[in-house]
DNA sequence: ATTTCTGCAAATAATTTGCAACATC
DNA sequence: GATGTTGCAAATTATTTGCAGAAAT
């Protein structure tokens, strides 16, 4: 990797690395979603994703975004979390740090936030169960700073 | 609460107490659903749970088991999680400490853990970020002891 | 007697898939 | 040219709701 390319420059590599490995072929509309991907907010759902596509007149469909979705996750570009609502969530996990999350119960609010105690914790008590871990999620539920007075 | 009570009773009262309350009805179906939640292993979804009373020849219909799974929830003796696969399952929270999870990827094998100097570090960040925690998951993806090696 | 509940079946909501026309390799 | 992709619409899956008859207060 070349530290003067750009982000989209490192994502669209390994992306399309994958992409050839598997024997997938990189379309316009693949291209696409990953520049849109990476420039969007966390935590967006496939419908909300494909929203942005719809309103900037780009006719890319709801399954080929949904599709991409799924190839970014298995690629290691995107990862899927579910929070209180019901949709899939996805946000990039392309050189950041795993984080985990505080959720306001009031405003729907996400929080970032790493914690390396924590995961030194969870590593103890893997070892402890002789359990490897491969991911983790923690999610705290609560008010925000707007929401508590 | 009488500690000569089982478990089954002090959870019939709470659950009783919370019904008439909201001014709701106790039922039938609604003592029978508490018993069989109580004796039931953890993290069962509405389906499965379905399944049991049918099984059981009981003509206990699956709106009532879902519906009355909400009302468990919302009085506190059950708690609702979202793992790996897209059901939503449910446990007894009755007089259990919160705990977390390892869940297995190869064989969905929950083993479940408690780890006060995680929840302690949790509440400190949430200070840190002027956020009240009402309630937190977490949750550890990996290999259990039977699947590395 | 009034209010709430049950169980069915039908509606909803999010996700997933089949397929004919199309694009990439 | 062979193979994989797209976008639509239709299928699927889990959850949620409307309603007429039944049960609890």
Not at 67 to 95: I, N, P, V, W
């Amino acid at each position: 990797m070349n530290s003067s390319d750009t982000k989209l420059q490192r994502a669209s590599q390994l992306f399309e690395v994958y992409l050839k490995r598997q024997s997938l072929k990189l379309t316009k509309q693949r291209q696409e979603i990953l520049v849109q991907f990476l420039s969007v907010g966390h935590h967006i759902s496939a419908e909300e994703f494909h929203l942005i596509f719809k309103e900037a007149n780009s006719k890319i469909g709801f399954s080929t975004v949904y599709r991409t979705l799924k190839l970014l996750t298995d690629c290691g570009l995107a990862r899927e979390h579910q929070f209180g609502d019901r949709f899939t969530r996805y946000e990039s996990s392309f050189e950041t740090d795993h984080h985990d999350h505080l959720i306001c119960t009031q405003c729907g609010d996400i929080i970032e936030f790493e914690s390396a105690e924590i995961e030194a914790l969870q590593t103890t008590i893997a070892k402890s169960h002789n359990f490897i871990i491969q991911d983790h999620k923690l999610e705290l539920y609560g008010l925000c700073a707007k929401h508590n007075q």
